[in-house]
C-alpha cells in the first residue's frame, strides 16, 4: 500500500486556515490603508497648495485623516487580528494532532484499537474548538470528516512506511518551509532597515534645506511620516522575529531528523511527540511575540 500523499487533514483544519487567511488579509489591508492615508495626510499638512480660496492639500489631510481612522476602526470592532491568529491556532492545532494519530504517535500509539484512537482523536479536536475566542464559518457539507480516509489509510499501514511518510510528508516538509520562510523574512527585514535608513539620511537633507530657508515647507515631516510608516509595517510584520523563531525551529527539526535513523517501533510514538512538540514551540513563539495569550 503507498502512504497517502499529501495527507488530508480535518475539517476543522481547512476551515481554521481559511478563516485565518481571511483574518491576516483584512488586517494587512487595514494596515496598509491606514498607513498610506497617514502619510497622505502629512503630505496635506506640509504643503500650502490654494486652488482659488479651497485649501487644496489641507482637504487631502482631511480626507485622510478620515480613511486613516476608519481603517481603525474596522481593526477595533472587526477584531481581524484575533481571527488570524486564532484561526492559525486552530489549524496549527489540528495538523499537529492529525500527524500524531495517522503515524500513531503519543497520544495515539499503535497499541491502541482503532475505536479508542478515533475517540481520542475527537475529544482532543473538540476541546481545540472549546478553547477558541473567535468562530468561523464551518466547512463545506462534503468536506466535513474530522478523520479523513488518508488519516486512516497512513495509521494502517506498517511501522517503516508510516516513518517513511512522517519523515518525508512532515519533517522534511517543516524544514523546508522554515528554511524558505526564514530566509524570505530576513531579506524583508534588511530591506525595510536600509529603506529607513535612507529616509532617515533624506530627513537629515530636508532639515538642513529648511533651516537655510532653500525650501519653506515642512519636507521634515512627510520624510518622518513615510519613515513611522515604514517602521510601522515592520514592526507589523514582525521580520526579526520570524527569523530568528523559523531558523530555531528549522535547526531543532535538523537535529530531530538525524535521529530518526535510531528510533525503533518501541520509540516511535514518543519520537513523533517531542517532534510535534518542536514545531509547536515555534508556534506559541509566533503568538507570544503577538500578544496573543495561551499556546496551541
Known amino acids: 500500500m503507498t502512504p497517502p ?14 478563516a485565518s487567511r481571511t483574518g491576516q488579509n483584512r488586517y494587512m489591508q487595514a494596515i496598509r490603508i491606514r498607513l498610506i492615508f497617514l502619510v497622505l495626510a502629512a503630505v496635506g499638512g506640509a504643503i500650502n497648495w490654494r486652488v482659488g480660496s479651497i485649501e487644496v492639500l489641507t482637504w487631502l489631510a482631511l480626507v485622510s485623516f478620515v480613511i486613516a481612522l476608519a481603517a481603525e476602526f474596522v481593526i477595533f470592532a472587526l477584531r481581524p487580528d484575533q481571527l488570524w491568529y486564532e484561526g492559525r491556532a486552530a489549524a496549527e492545532s489540528a495538523k499537529t494532532l492529525t500527524w500524531r494519530y495517522a503515524v500513531a504517535g503519543d497520544p495515539f500509539p499503535a497499541t491502541l484499537t482503532n475505536h479508542a484512537a478515533d ?3 475527537l475529544t482532543q479536536l473538540t ?8 468562530s468561523f464559518p464551518p466547512p463545506q457539507l462534503e468536506e466535513t470528516h474530522q478523520i479523513t480516509d488518508e488519516m486512516r489509510q497512513l495509521r494502517a499501514l506498517p511501522f517503516s512506511e508510516r516513518k517513511t511518510a512522517y519523515l518525508t510528508g512532515r519533517i522534511d516538509d517543516q524544514q523546508r518551509w522554515y528554511g524558505e520562510k526564514s530566509r524570505a523574512a530576513e531579506r524583508y527585514n534588511s530591506t525595510f532597515l536600509l529603506g529607513a535608513i535612507a529616509l532617515e539620511f533624506v530627513g537629515v537633507i530636508a532639515a538642513t534645506l529648511r533651516v537655510t530657508g532653500i525650501i519653506d515647507f515642512d519636507m521634515l515631516g512627510i520624510v518622518a511620516a513615510l519613515t513611522a510608516g515604514i517602521a510601522s509595517w515592520a514592526q507589523t510584520r514582525q521580520y526579526g522575529s520570524i ?9 531543532e527539526l535538523t537535529t530531530i531528523r538525524s535521529q530518526a535513523s535510531l528510533v525503533d517501533d518501541s520509540g516511535w510514538a514518543r519520537f513523533v511527540a517531542e517532534a510535534e512538540e518542536a514545531i509547536s514551540r515555534e508556534h506559541t513563539l509566533w503568538r507570544a511575540s503577538r500578544g496573543v495569550l495561551g499556546g496551541s
Not at 500523499?5 to 481559511?18: V, W
Not at 476541546?127 to 473567535?134: N, Y
Open 243 to 251: 527569523t530568528r523563531a523559523y531558523s530555531i525551529a528549522g535547526n
Open 5 to 18: 500523499t499529501p495527507l488530508r487533514y480535518p475539517a476543522l483544519n481547512r476551515a481554521a486556515s481559511k
Open 119 to 121: 475517540t481520542a482523536f
Open 127 to 134: 476541546a481545540i474548538l472549546r478553547d477558541l475566542t473567535i
